[in-house]
């Protein structure tokens, strides 16, 4: 089954930019969607279709993929982007949803 | 704007049925778009249950596939999910989304959800 691989934690100081990856075998063929999830909240979208912006995230918030890794961008990192980072895609050769196991991003 | 709500018993005992409704407000279920089950279990990530159509289509996570049942009710706007022989690994927040377009996308909306703990 497909698998998608993110670091459990990333660090960052505020200001500048972190990266979280989310490595899947040729997952540049798949889109790739992103979500944050706050403690006890539920997970909110951030990037769809690989680069999309929903209205209401800050263009703070990009995305890339390639080849086999996917990457999540924030831009000037603020202390309300500490959350868990989750990414998505559709694996058609299951007929499932992969979510990743999640990036725990710490603003330091 | 697209509201769900997750609704169900809090404590179930093994072995037995979890049963789960999620109403929809905002939207009317019948106009299109797949309608989705996603579970956490406590400190960790999440996975996909399912999803379901208007029309009653599912897809299922395989792993899960012998236990779940997502049913569709579109005259009271909401879906519902079943989870059959629960065990303790089935506690879990579980969380009713929209998929944004067909059950290949993103979910674009989440209800709040809700704890499930299996216990006896």
């Known amino acids: 089954s497909y698998v998608l691989t993110q670091p459990p934690s990333v660090s960052v100081a505020p200001g500048k930019t972190a990266r979280i990856t989310c490595g899947g075998n040729n997952i540049g063929s798949k889109s790739v969607h992103w979500y944050q999830q706050k403690p006890g909240q539920a997970p909110v979208l951030v990037i769809y279709?690989?680069?999309d912006r929903p209205s209401g995230i800050p263009e703070r918030f990009s995305g890339s993929n390639s080849g086999n890794t996917a990457t999540l961008t924030i831009s000037r990192v603020e202390a309300g982007d500490e959350a868990d980072y989750y990414c998505?895609?559709?694996?058609?050769?299951?007929?499932?949803?992969?979510f990743g196991g999640g990036t725990k991003l710490t603003v330091l | 704007q697209v509201q769900l709500q997750e609704s169900g018993p809090g404590l179930v005992k093994p072995s037995e049925t979890l049963s789960l409704t999620c109403a929809v407000s905002?939207?009317?279920?019948?106009?299109?778009?797949?309608w989705g089950w996603i579970r956490q279990p406590p400190g960790k990530g999440l996975e996909w249950i399912g999803s379901?159509?208007?029309?009653?289509?599912?897809y299922y996570n395989p792993s899960l596939k012998s236990r779940v049942t997502i049913s569709v009710d579109t005259s009271k706007n909401q879906f519902s999910l079943k989870l059959s022989s629960v065990t303790a690994a089935d506690t879990a927040v579980y969380y009713c989304a929209k998929n944004s377009g067909s059950h290949e996308v993103d979910f674009d909306y989440w209800g709040q959800g809700t704890l499930v703990t299996v216990s006896s």
């Open positions: 998505q895609v559709w694996d058609s050769s299951s007929d499932r949803v992969v």
């Open positions: 379901i159509y208007h029309s009653g289509s599912t």
């Open positions: 905002g939207y009317s279920i019948s106009s299109g778009y797949y």
């Open positions: 279709y690989d680069s």
